[in-house]
């Protein structure tokens, strides 16, 4: 057998030093303040919509001014519309709540480029660290909403399908927007990922891909026809374990 040149051992680092372990430590509490402050601030704002696309969408491109539409819709139904609080999709999210009877809501994480707030929230919020951010979209929401976007809508796209999957959280509406934008992803996941029998096919049957406002806001009370918009007791429990 030939031996690798290169070894683990010769490339192990130094223990963390007391100061840096100290440090890491204390960020604990920081943790722990987003997400006291995040379910105290938002534990009021039910029923809401969760809210994922873009940051590049520009006020002239059609996906914003969609996104606009739905989420005015949505906010004069009487949903909370909860959006990353960013430029782009989010800015057109809580632009159409903040135009619409119920509250914008921004969740704003600090990043070295690109997340500036926008100015239509009605409840602003700041997270430093990506986990305890997920958890506030999730929480609350009785619907998710993914417009086209990159890597981070992708990133709570699949999350958020995998809670559901796991029955980690309910069984809420997962609509997504844009069928042409999704066409191909969607084809990959039913040949490739069914086809090989990494999913179910019920797996691809979590979520549904709706383009009008009207139909979005109806299908999101469909769901519901029968049933409160408030977790159940059963549902709760499964959400104090995200």
């Given at each position: ?15 963390i ?9 204390w960020?604990?509490?920081?943790i ?24 590049r969408m ?21 949903f ?8 782009g ?17 921004g ?9 500036v ?9 700041d ?8 958890v506030?979209f999730v ?10 976007g ?5 990133d ?6 995998t809670l ?21 992803l969607?084809d990959?996941?039913?040949e490739s ?10 797996d691809v ?23 409160s918009?408030e977790?159940?007791?059963?549902e ?7």
């Amino acid at each position: 057998m030939v031996r690798h040149e290169r070894s683990a051992e010769k490339l192990r680092l130094k223990p963390i030093d007391d100061v840096q372990l100290s440090r890491e430590s204390w960020k604990v509490f920081q943790i722990m303040a987003e997400f006291v402050e995040g379910f105290e601030r938002l534990s009021a704002i039910r029923p809401s919509v969760s809210f994922f696309g873009s940051s590049r969408m520009t006020p002239e491109h059609p996906y914003y001014q969609l996104a606009e539409r739905i989420a005015r819709e949505l906010s004069d139904a009487g949903f909370s519309v909860v959006s990353g609080g960013g430029p782009g999709i989010m800015e057109a999210a809580n632009k159409g709540a903040f135009e619409g009877r119920s509250p914008s809501i921004g969740l704003n994480i600090q990043l070295p480029r690109e997340q500036v707030a926008n100015r239509y929230q009605n409840i602003s919020l700041d997270f430093h660290h990506f986990f305890s951010r997920k958890v506030m979209f999730v929480k609350y929401a009785c619907a998710y909403v993914v417009m086209p976007g990159g890597f981070g809508t992708l990133d709570e796209f699949a999350e958020i399908l995998t809670l559901v999957q796991t029955e980690k959280t309910q069984r809420i509406p997962i609509i997504l927007v844009g069928a042409k934008f999704w066409r191909g992803l969607l084809d990959w996941f039913q040949e490739s990922l069914v086809g090989l029998g990494t999913l179910s096919p019920g797996d691809v049957e979590l979520f549904e891909v709706l383009d009008e406002p009207t139909a979005i806001v109806e299908a999101i009370f469909a769901h519901y026809q029968g049933r409160s918009f408030e977790p159940s007791t059963e549902e709760r429990e499964r959400l104090m374990r995200l």
